[in-house]
């Protein structure tokens, strides 16, 4: 039997959810009004009393259940207690207390598959109408019931699939990633078997042939070790290459960082769609850096609620140059001399280009990096 792993709900769907209930928790003013003003007998008002404390608790019950794949069948035996209990309310008390039904519609589509739900609250939205024509003066409240409670219903399914779609989402982004990262594991592997492949093939072979050369031939068996020291320095060479080309960063993968970075901490970010220009790999690493560096600035430290990414190839009288701007509408300031500026100005300097940081106008902050396009002078 397959499981299907929900993430638990956040701390925000559970405020937002609460909020949404206790805005139709308004409905029982009715009901409560009518126990204390109906002219009802001590016995009916301490029954009727006790009759709603379950229906409201047996509701919140079913609307606050966590969001599994569950059996249909207890979900829709408890929405025909529900439903029961307000039919009990209503034929017993009057009127007022066909309100109740409002609440078996949100709670079926609160609890159950859309698939089902979608008949269980027109049917709920009939009981009601059935029992409105036969409590006394029923028809008086009808009208005013039958939007709530099938907009109510089918707000509640609404609800349900948008954070079935959005856990579902998350869950396909984080197995994307998984998946990315097992590939790019799976790329180093086949990287690193073809760059030391042949070297070790190679050092076992001269190894093999200067151990059978040495006891005769030991100048021969003295050439092998020489070209068994060079095969090692130039494996050496090779994996270390490999290595800090992919520890080097780009600039379409730091922009692609950059937009889930800034999405991810509320950040309306406006960032080149596309980046098609031709750079070398030098000047484009320490953009790259410049990038990632500025964007982490305004995720942690600035409080932006936008900011603003271009990349805009300009003529200077030095010659062609591309320039990063990174502008966000924070806290703004001076900048302050650290570890990561200082490390972006002698990234940019070591290939021609500058850095400059400071204040974006009134509030906000702005970093602009510059590199030229041709060979630095």
């Known amino acids: 039997m397959s499981h299907v792993v929900r993430a638990p ?3 925000v769907h559970k405020v937002v959810k609460s909020l949404w209930i206790a805005v139709w928790l308004f409905y029982l003013s009715a009901p409560v009004t009518d126990l204390v003003r109906g002219g009802h007998s001590a016995g009916a008002r301490v029954l009727g009393g006790l009759g709603l404390l379950a229906f409201v608790g047996w509701y919140l019950t079913l609307v606050f259940r966590p969001d599994q794949q569950k059996p249909v069948r207890p979900v829709l035996l408890a929405l025909t207690v529900l439903s029961a209990e307000a039919a009990v309310l209503s034929l017993a008390l009057g009127r007022e207390w066909l309100v109740l039904f409002v609440y078996v519609s949100i709670a079926s ?3 159950l598959p859309a698939r089902v739900s979608r008949l269980t609250v027109p049917a709920a939205t009939a009981l009601l109408t059935a029992l409105a024509l036969t409590v006394p003066d029923g028809t008086d409240y009808l009208f005013g019931l039958l939007i709530p409670a099938l907009m109510g219903g089918f707000a509640m399914v609404g ?3 948008m954070i079935r779609t959005t856990i579902e989402l998350r869950q396909a982004r984080a197995t994307v990633a998984q998946l990315a990262a097992n590939e790019e594991r799976l790329r180093m592997a086949r990287d690193l078997h073809d760059l030391l492949g042949h070297s070790l093939s190679l050092i ?4 093999e042939l200067a151990g059978r050369m040495l006891p005769d031939h030991p100048d021969r068996a003295a050439q092998q070790v020489a070209d068994i020291e060079k095969v090692c320095r130039q494996a050496l060479v090779d994996v270390r290459e490999a290595v800090s080309g992919y520890r080097r960063p780009t600039l379409p993968g730091e922009l ?3 937009r889930t970075a800034l999405a991810a901490a509320g950040v309306r970010a406006e960032l080149p769609s596309d980046f098609t220009d031709t750079v070398a790999e030098e000047p484009e690493c320490a953009l790259a850096w410049s990038l990632r560096e ?7 430290h600035s409080g932006a609620k936008r900011c603003t990414v271009t990349l805009t190839t300009r003529q200077t009288l030095a010659g062609p140059v591309l320039e990063l701007s990174v502008t966000d509408d924070g806290s703004g300031g001076a900048a302050v001399p650290g570890n990561g500026l200082t490390g972006l100005t002698e990234r940019l300097e070591a290939v021609g280009g500058t850095l400059w940081a400071g204040p974006a106008g009134k509030t906000g902050f702005r970093l602009l990096a510059r590199v030229p396009l041709g060979s630095p002078s």
Request: glycine share 8%; net charge positive; proline share 0%.
């Open 294 to 300: 500025a964007v982490t600035n305004v995720v942690r």
């Open 256 to 258: 692609a960082g950059a």
């Open 109 to 111: 589509g609160a609890a």
């Open 9 to 11: 709900e956040s701390t």
């Open 204 to 207: 076992t072979l001269k190894s």
């Open 159 to 161: 609800v349900r699939e």
